[in-house]
């Protein structure tokens, strides 16, 4: 038996980086991890950007903690995390509403003519656009960089990373007791870092769920339009999600930016979703699809009010929940890890009240009753 002051369930981005701000607080932590390296699943497939006015209000305040830290990554890497990159949305006349609920609230983000919008993604159609909004300041993140970064803090400050541990028991009792594949761990506090697997987790541990929707999001990687130098190119894409597009090493990697709700796994591209997507891509701009060089998938866990879930478990002392990560988890890690730290802690977290209670695990209504 291994003993620990905090047990962490999942080695993605979540996980590692409240592991590491955990440790660097003195607290003895070990990260259980199923898989042979850390960050496998939807921390690697992530599109990787920082948009500040992405998600409710909630989400945009957690994005606006972790900016900072992106942009100055002291005791992370040597140089900032973010590069440059820009964030554009279109519309046609039917979804100009649409637009308009997403400027609204955002700061940052300015509206486009259809030839503005043009001028910064040259292969869009101009009789599909009606609007367009551009968030300038929106930037690439290095996740690599970031993830073996706070993997780095860890070890630096003691904790450990355990791979090839899937989770096969959790226990309840004067500690919390996770026996795995590579052995028995305890400590008084669980970290449910699992990601899709999330509830799982918390079944495991006799607590009701909190509704994750695992779902699966594709990307295909096409060539670069002729004639064209696409590295200053922003992310764009329409508002109704139909697809968005995105620079990546010299290729354009597009989505079809669906959320089919999926069972926990080793995400794969669906042939057909990934062609539909491709086809409505080809509708908005004047390049045509003729290769695709390679595609993958990742899955995107969601609860009902789509805002991430931490904090404790009210049904059973020393639970603490760090799911529901969506598509914002790798954007929102720094403020994320460092709230997991202070409330596992007992310090005051640095967040704003009315957004800690918004993350409360505890405010499903399908939980209430709970054993406790």
């Known amino acids: 038996m291994t003993r620990a002051d905090i047990l962490v369930i999942g080695g993605g981005i979540a996980g590692i980086s409240a592991a590491a701000r955990c440790a660097e607080a003195g607290a003895r932590v070990v990260v259980l991890e199923r898989e042979p390296g850390i960050g496998a699943h939807s921390t690697a497939r992530s599109a990787a950007i920082f948009i500040a006015n992405y998600g409710n209000a909630t989400l945009r305040a957690i994005n606006a903690a972790s900016g900072p830290l992106l942009a100055e990554p002291d005791g992370l890497a040597d140089h900032p995390l973010l590069t440059p990159r820009g964030f554009l949305i279109f519309a046609d006349e039917a979804r100009l509403p649409e637009l308009a609920a997403m400027q609204a609230g955002a700061t940052g983000m300015e509206a486009l003519s259809a030839q503005q919008a043009i001028e910064l993604a040259p292969i869009l159609r101009p009789e599909r656009i009606a609007g367009a909004v551009y968030e300038a300041e929106a930037r690439d993140i290095d996740v690599d960089l970031l993830l073996n970064g ?101 290729r354009l990697m597009v989505s079809p930016a669906e959320e089919d709700p999926v069972a926990p796994h080793d995400a794969w591209p669906d042939d057909m979703v990934l062609a539909e997507g491709l086809d409505r891509f080809e509708q908005d701009v004047t390049m045509r699809v003729s290769r695709v060089e390679r595609s993958w998938a990742g899955l995107r866990s969601f609860v009902p009010d789509r805002t991430l879930v931490a904090g404790f478990d009210a049904n059973a002392k020393g639970f603490f929940w760090l799911v529901g990560q969506g598509g914002y988890g ?31 695990p505890n405010r499903f209504s399908t939980r209430k009753g709970a054993d406790t």
């Open 330 to 360: 790798v954007q929102t890690a720094p403020a994320m890890a460092q709230l997991t730290a202070d409330l596992c802690i007992g310090r005051t977290p640095v967040l704003a009240d009315w957004v800690v209670n918004a993350l409360s």
């Open 150 to 250: 706070f993997a780095r803090l860890l070890r630096a400050h003691g904790g450990q990373v355990v791979t090839g541990a899937e989770v096969l028991a959790v226990e309840r009792g004067q500690d919390w007791t996770v026996t795995c594949k590579a052995g028995s761990y305890s400590a008084p506090v669980v970290i449910n870092a699992a990601g899709a697997w999330g509830d799982i987790v918390a079944q495991m541990a006799g607590l009701a769920p909190v509704g994750l929707v695992p779902m699966r999001r594709s990307a295909a990687i096409l060539p670069a339009p002729d004639g064209e130098n696409i590295a200053a190119w922003p992310l764009f894409g329409r508002v109704d999600d139909a697809w968005y597009a995105k620079p990546m090493g010299g």
